[in-house]
């Protein structure tokens, strides 16, 4: 009897946003990235599938991290990588990111990676340019490669997505992080919960997927497999949203005694860079549940399985 | 240690008691109420004859400044808590703007302890909303309020900036703690030192308008709303502005109003001949004015009457009225204050009662300010109808601007408990 099958095909020409993505997609892509990852641990060359292919990381805010991780996974498979990082003080927004997008689109590049500082600034790109664009961090807005990265941590980590808890803790409201792994996390099964001082938490978590909002970092933890701390920016600190360090230390920083409120094989997780001290101890970042080394390596293999997808000369 | 109290008028404004009868104390609460009861309760070692006077829970005052820390030449702890138990106040809570301003966990920690080895009444320390009151970055409310910090307020100024005062009211909500804000729109009001309108005029003082107030209630009102904090507007002073408050809570609002007890008393012209004794924040207001928050009283609008207790020294007083500084002694004469409203505005006893008594206990979770077995015996004893004559000489608070001074008042407390034990006495001199 031959098995019923069918074919699938990545059919998106950029990575804008999880938003958008099928569960099919997100399962894709991570099969993929799984094939990279341990084709790296192995110390295996990956096939050059995106040899003659230009890679442009356009980067309006400053990230070494994240474009050091896009930066490696194209020359992993043997694209041509030109780093423009663009000064945020010389950049007038709007029709000066448009300027730029024209004149990049004219040296005809095959992918662009942009980050960028206004929520909506990768798609305002991709309207202008010919080639794929991948969202790398757009305001407050997506991070889907983020988003991707953490999902493929956890299913290496806990083998599955579905049924799992997922308590995301911090500055929900400005993290492009929260929106990307949230809406991630959710398409694949998972329960996601969310966490913050009241000032940083928005309303309406619910249409990202979300299964709940809290202040009650406590009662959240209860019964968690994840726990994923955000990072805190300076200047939410100290008055603005937060009356001070030690005060969102005290009732949302991860302890030693609070992550004991989580099931006993959980797992902790930040997508950097960290606070130590203020949203996470050392000793727990530090620690055994932590796979937040892995989160950054399994970056650079769900860069290469979205570069591929894209721009790959096998597809 | 046990003691009864009887031949006594038991006055219970949380239930609504009013009836002749003895009560029985023992260790520091009130163990057991014996309604229609004349002679000692027959559990009681010392047994005290009320000799028909008032029995009322001890008065709770949600505005009480202190110069302690920082200004001890005003008023300390210790000479608060003497001028307020002479005036029936057996727990008061004292106002952030001190020096340094109570802003810290330590500074919270320090008033109780303060409170504590030299204080007679129970003081309970507010928490700054925004340090240092600067109305720009908030402080450790939640830090402050696992410390004791009952509630917390900007003080006399409020939080210029919307949003600011927005994002410390939801931090607050989320915290379960109660924001005390002065209704008061500055751009209208900073220049005023007297009510605004002919009075002030023909003076040739500057008004504070009331629409000030209106615009302040308004907008802290509505980030209630859509904050969800608890919200206690501070020092009402005009019947509008229960309007608004009113029309909030209809719609499912958790806000409150007190009114400062002098502001029910005198009105804009009691400012007469540029008496700085009279200069407060908010101004006494006109007649028809005061007779609104009167009626206001009467239904029931008022969640808490306070003492807006001040305490200036001379030197800041004995100014030209424009350059003096606001506010008013005021511990000593809350009590007396509303038995005028009851001895000749018809306001009912029990309900000039209960807007110091269990108003004030139920904002902010006290279980005292009730006549309940089980509640600290925090009681007064009173005459709601023995005339004196206030004379600031004869106050205890150590700054004595009391814009009663001179003033022939009715209602006086004969004697005061806290937690079963008299801490004071009216001895007539």
Redesign the interface.
Known sequence: MPKAGYTYSFDHAHLLGIEGLHPLDITHILDLADRYADATRAGQRADPVLTGRTVVNLFFENSTRTMSSFEIAAKRLGADVINMPVAHSSVKKGETLIDTAMTLNAMKPDVLVIRHSASGGAKLLSRKVDCAVINAGDGTHEHPTQGLLDTLTIRRTKGRIEGLKVVICGDIAHSRVARSTTMALHLLGAEVHLCG???LLPPGTDTWGAASAT?DFDAALKGADIVMMLRLQLERM???????R??YF??FGLTADRLALALPDATVMHPGPMNRGIEIESAIADGPRSVITEQVEMGVAVREAVLDLLAGTRT | MSLSIHNARLLDPATGMDEPGAIFIDKGKIRDIAKGQSGPHKDARDSLDAGGLCLAPGLIDLRVKTGEPGDEQKETLATASRAAVAGGVTSFVVMPDTRPTLDDVALVRFITERARETAKARIYPSGALTVGLNGEQMAEIGLMADAGAVLFTNGDVPVPNASIMKRAMAYAASRGALVMSRPDDRALSASGVMNAGAFAARAGLSGMPVEAEWIGAARDVMLAESTGCRLLLDQVSTARTLEIVAEARARGAKVHATVAAHTLFFNERDVGDYLTYCKVNPPFRDEETRQGLIDALKRGEIDAVVSAHDPQPPEEKRLPFGEAAFGAAGLETTLAALMSLVNDAGLPLLDALAAVTSGPADLLGLPQGRLKPGAPADLILFNPGKPWLCDREHLRSRSTNSPFDGRRLQGRVMRTLVGGETVFEFAAS
């Open positions: 001082p009241r000032t202040t100290d008055g603005a949203f937060l009356p001070s030690r005060e005290r009732y």
